[in-house]
């Protein structure tokens, strides 16, 4: 079991017990010495940003800074593990659930969705927070349906970088060109690409590109 950003240790304590393991990353120095000195036996704690490392891993908790959420999904698209239940803020998490077409849908939208089932469990009133945030917030559950490699999730940021435009347009653009392979219509909106279509698009572009 992994939390990223354990903080003061008010949701590692009750992770201690429940698992044959617990392992924490928190960069802030003081926070991370305090929860060493009260729980350093009964968990693997790092001093640092897990997001620079590959722990592994079969469950994820966290409630990390919002303003981490596309880093964090983004380094989990990148995993192999079960399930990871996490805090997100309530607008980010309508945009990684969001379908194609809504004004929501982009390109974390794809990766999150390509990468795993994901739902939103419940809303979180700001009241359960000290001190309350200035935004709602969701509780939401990924399960793991398959890794992304970085060259991937490159590939899908640039291409919705031109997510308003049709196909042919985005990828004249960006200098790509539709693969032969492909059975997707020019002349689609990229935004209104299922995510499982968007996959394959950035499949085929990177064949191409090893191929020539």
């Not at 903080?7 to 992770?15: I, K, N, S």
């Not at 309350?132 to 398959?146: A, D, F, G, I």
């Not at 347009?169 to 689609?188: E, G, I, M, N, Q």
Request: hydrophobic share 40%; with cysteine; glycine share 6%.
């Amino acid at each position: 079991m992994l939390e990223i950003g354990t903080g003061r240790g008010a949701l590692t304590r009750e992770l201690v017990g429940l698992s044959d393991m617990v392992e924490g990353y928190e960069v802030d120095e003081e926070s991370c010495a305090e929860l060493e000195r009260e729980l350093g036996g009964s968990l693997v704690l790092h001093n640092g940003d897990a997001f620079e490392s590959s722990p592994a891993f079969d469950v994820l908790l966290s409630s990390l800074p919002y303003s981490e959420s596309s880093v964090f999904i983004e380094w989990l698209s990148h995993q192999r593990y079960q399930r990871a239940v996490v805090v997100l803020q309530r607008d980010f998490a309508r945009k990684i659930i969001a379908a194609p077409g809504d004004e929501a849908y982009r390109a974390v939208s794809v990766i999150s969705q390509a990468s795993t089932d994901v739902e939103i469990v419940s809303g979180i009133g700001r009241q359960a927070f000290d001190p309350p945030p200035r935004v709602n917030s969701s509780l939401v559950m990924m399960k793991w349906k398959r890794s992304l490699s970085e060259e991937q999730t490159a590939l899908i940021k640039r291409v919705f970088s031109q997510k308003r435009r049709t196909l042919r347009a985005a990828l004249k653009s960006l200098d790509l060109f539709l693969p032969p392979s492909s059975t997707l219509s020019a002349d689609s909106r990229v935004n209104k690409l299922e995510p499982e279509s968007v996959l394959a698009l950035v499949d085929g572009l990177r064949a191409g590109m090893v191929s020539a």
